[in-house]
Every structure is written in C-alpha cells, then in structure tokens.
C-alpha cells in the first residue's frame, strides 16, 4: 500500500462519522420501561401516529401492515388477513403475549429502531401464561390520572395494566376503571382510526374528567385489588431484567409445591379449598395447561406467594402453611347456565323504565348477569340504560 493510500484509509477511518441506524419512523422512547406505568404497545403506536401528525389508522395502513403481511403462518397463509380481520375489534391482542404481539411488536420495532417494544407487551409471559381472560376486548382508562398527568406535563399514555382484565380499579385514586366515553357512550377498542390516549376515539371529547360517576369500592374489593396491581407491577418491573422468558416448567414445579403444603399433594382437595374447577390445579401441575392469570391470583392471594416469585420458580413456602380466605367474589365458582335471551330482554326492558335510573353495573348486578354478557348481546338496551342514568345525573 502506497503512502498516499495508506493515509486516504486512514482519514477515511478517522474522520466517518458514527451514523446511528436509521428510522424508518420516529425513533419515539417507549414510556416507563421498567416500571409499572409502562405503556401498552397500543398506546405506544397510537402516540407515534400522533407525532406524525397522521391518523393512526393511516399509520397502520401505510406502514404498519406492509410488513405484518410479509410474516407467514402455517395455519394462516397470510397474516395481513387475519391482522384486518382482527383490527378494530382485537387491538388488544397487541398487547398480549401471542402471535399478534409479537409480530406487530416486531413490525414497530422495524419502523422506529427501539429495540424493546416487546416489553410493552406480555410476551415475556408466554410461557407461563395462558391468553384466556387475559385481556379485555375495549379500553378502560382512569380519568384521574389523565387529569393528573396532563396538568404535570406528564406524556399522555396507557399503561399496559390497564389492558388486563384482572385489573379494574386505579389504585392511586381508589376509583373504578372507566370504560364507556362519558360523552357519546361508547365502549373504544384499543386502536381505532383516530385512537390517541386520553381521547375519545369516536367523539375527540376529553376523557380526563373527574365528576363522572365514582362507585364506592367496597373493603374486599379494594385490597383484592390491591394486591393484584402490587404484584403485577412488580412482574413488570422485573420483565426487562429476565434473561430469557420464564420456561414453561416453572408453573409445574411450582403447583406441586403448592398442592404438597396444602393437602398433601391432593390436587382435587386444592382445587376445592381454592374454588376451581377440579381438574384444574392437576393439569397445571403435569405441565398440560397454562393458568389463568385471574385464577392463579387466588392461589398468589391465598398462600401469599407473590406472581413473580410463582412465574419465575422461586416459590418458597415456609411450613406450616396458612390459607388467607378469598374475597367473597373469588371465592364462588362459575355456573354454567343457558343465557335466557327473552328474560334477560324483559328485565333490562324493565330496567329501562325503572324510577330512578341505575347504572348498568347496578342493572347487571340486580340481574345476576355479566356485564361484558349483557352488552354482547343487547348493545342498544345497556347503552340507552346508560345514557338515561347520565341524563338524569345531569339534569340533577
Ligand atoms: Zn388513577
Ligand atoms: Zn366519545
């Protein structure tokens, strides 16, 4: 090599800049990694999409799904369909721990080079987890913490928490998770057309309004919720320190701890001091299933053994164990029965003239019917319900 090329070389290698990897999109931090306000992967894209001054639905067409539909699936030739189907009314999933998480995970990680967009999501728990129960279908938000937020300037954003069903109450303000707009009524799915967290999806309005209507929690429910929220912010707290995703085996191990201390390795007799069904705790303990994240609660509540400790194979039980006695809502098991679609009409038909109103929360309860169950089936009925309880509310 000749002097004058050694020298080129040399400037050339001294003088390249350090380019970071491009982005495709803004390069947006994630908020709250590492800590149990981290924001859902939802709520993530919907504040990118803002940022880029576009509608989300536009941001997903145009960049989203072009590389969603490039991943292929044995059992579904081709992702991009079912993403379509799925869109609007199973955002959520994005949130959770299977093929939609990760792949629109991945897909977003591609556009904005953040490397740990998974970590929005459950996927650090798809081996320990099952996806049943797991996540609700429409957002459910706490209008006092918008509030708060927006007067600290603190970035606008969803929580991942917010999106488990298990969770229903904002623990800061000791009130019930929203999840109807107090303006037009209508339940949101995670990612709509124009989603931005702390707005309505449908009617722009503002959700961080504090004199909607809060219940009073009653005592059970508040430390339920209490320690559902302590342990799972500490599981998210914990996901980006795990090396790797905690193995399925840990959930067998750990079930044959638990059954060992408390009936002597008698699954049925667990599965009836715990209230599951009976084949339950047997099956998690062979490895067969995944539990439920509401179910294992119970277990996590009554022997007070925290999630994390559980998921991650690190149960100890000192002996002998005491069981705590479950709230009284955990504590009954599920009846199957048929739902009686002409009953149920003629009493929230009933409802709907009742003096004065109620909520439909009030309604369900007095009907003995679920919630979620209710509005599947009678939309319109629960809706009027509701909008007639908020009229009056606010004419008083
Ligand atoms: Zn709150
Ligand atoms: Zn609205």
Request: proline share 7%; with cysteine; charged share 20%.
């Amino acid at each position: 090599m000749s002097v004058n090329r050694f020298t080129l070389h040399q400037r050339r290698k001294t003088f390249l800049p350090d380019i970071p990897e491009r982005s495709c999109l803004y390069p947006l931090a994630p908020w709250g990694v590492g800590t149990s306000d981290v924001e859902s992967l939802t709520s993530y894209v919907a504040r990118l999409a803002a940022i880029h001054q576009v509608p989300t639905g536009i941001l997903l067409g145009k960049y989203v799904t072009p590389i969603i539909s490039q991943f292929t699936d044995k059992d579904v030739p081709r992702i991009s369909h079912s993403f379509w189907r799925a869109f609007g009314t199973d955002t959520g999933a994005w949130n959770g721990l299977g093929v939609m998480a990760f792949n629109c995970s991945v897909a977003v990680c591609s556009l904005t080079k953040q490397h740990h967009l998974h970590l929005l999501t459950l996927l650090s728990c798809h081996q320990v987890l099952s996806h049943r129960g797991l996540l609700r279908p429409y957002k459910a938000w706490c209008p006092a913490c918008y509030e708060e937020w927006e007067k600290l300037g603190i970035v606008l954003h969803e929580p991942l928490l917010w999106s488990l069903k298990l969770v229903t109450v904002c623990v800061r303000h000791q009130q019930r998770l929203q999840h109807q707009c107090p303006y037009c009524y209508r339940s949101l799915y995670w990612l709509e057309w124009n989603s931005r967290p702390g707005f309505c999806s449908r009617c722009h309005q503002w959700l961080g309004k504090t004199e909607c209507s809060r219940e009073m929690l009653d005592k059970e429910e508040e430390v339920w919720q209490a320690f559902v929220v302590k342990n799972l912010a500490q599981l998210l707290v914990a996901a980006p320190t795990f090396a790797s995703p905690p193995p399925r085996e840990n959930i067998a191990r750990g079930m044959k701890l638990c059954i060992d201390a408390v009936t002597g390795g008698n699954a049925k007799a667990f599965a009836d001091k715990l209230y599951y069904s009976a084949s339950v705790p047997g099956e998690w303990r062979r490895g067969n299933a995944l539990p439920q994240l509401d179910l294992l609660f119970r277990l996590c509540y009554c022997l007070q053994v925290p999630l994390l400790k559980f998921l991650t194979g690190e149960v100890v039980l000192d002996e002998p164990v005491s069981l705590i006695p479950l709230p009284e809502h955990q504590s009954m098991r599920k009846k199957y029965r048929p739902f009686d679609f002409a009953r149920v009409q003629g009493l929230l038909e009933a409802a709907l003239q009742q003096s004065p109103p109620k909520t439909m929360r009030q309604v369900a309860l007095e009907i003995g019917y679920d919630p979620g169950d209710l509005s599947k089936y009678f939309p319109d009925l629960c809706r009027a319900i509701s909008v007639r309880y908020k009229r009056r509310k606010l004419e008083a």
